[in-house]
């Protein structure tokens, strides 16, 4: 009974010592139309740290994001990054994405960004390759609300664009 005991326990302890933890890498995007305002509404979520390595990266420098140590810079990096990674055509048109600010929630950092558009979207295409330069398992997931029609998409580094027909 003893050595059936230790045979368990020593299995079990095999079993979970096999498990460690792996840090997950994501994005949230959500993008809507706004019939009243005739524009496309966009905020992406990301997690702070994450970010800051890509800024630190692309800009060679300590950022220090949410923290008193931020460099005076930041917010221009963070709105030249996210200006970069995130982009969209409309209708098959190259569209202007306006980068309008950011705010921080606990430890993540919400941008956000519109396109002014008035017309009828047939076609809608967002590529966004946040963080992946960093993060080769980075997932940058992307919900989309346009004409009624809610899709979900999940973007990866080799698949960095989502395109919806109307």
């Known amino acids: 009974m003893k050595l059936k005991y230790k045979i368990v326990v020593f299995g079990l302890f095999l079993t979970l010592s096999a498990f460690t933890w792996h840090k997950f890498y994501v994005s949230v995007t959500e993008v809507a139309y706004s019939e009243d305002k005739n524009r496309i509404e966009i905020s992406t979520r990301i997690f702070i740290d994450d970010l800051e390595k890509g800024l630190e990266k692309k800009y060679n420098k300590k950022i220090n994001l949410a ?3 931020e460099i005076p810079e930041a917010k221009d990096f963070i709105k030249g990054y996210v ?7 409309v209708n098959n ?6 980068f309008l600010g950011f705010e921080t929630e606990n430890d993540v950092l919400i941008c956000y960004l519109k396109i002014d ?20 398992d980075q997932q940058n997931l992307v919900h989309t609300n346009i004409n009624n029609t809610k899709r ?4 990866t580094k080799t698949e960095k664009t989502a395109l919806i027909k109307y």
């Open 83 to 89: 200006s970069q990674r995130i982009q969209a055509n």
């Open 93 to 98: 048109k190259t569209a202007e994405v306006v």
């Open 152 to 155: 979900s998409f999940l973007l």
């Open 67 to 69: 923290t008193k140590e």
């Open 117 to 136: 558009f008035s017309e009828k979207i047939t076609t809608f295409e967002l590529y966004n390759n946040m963080l992946t330069e960093i993060y080769a």
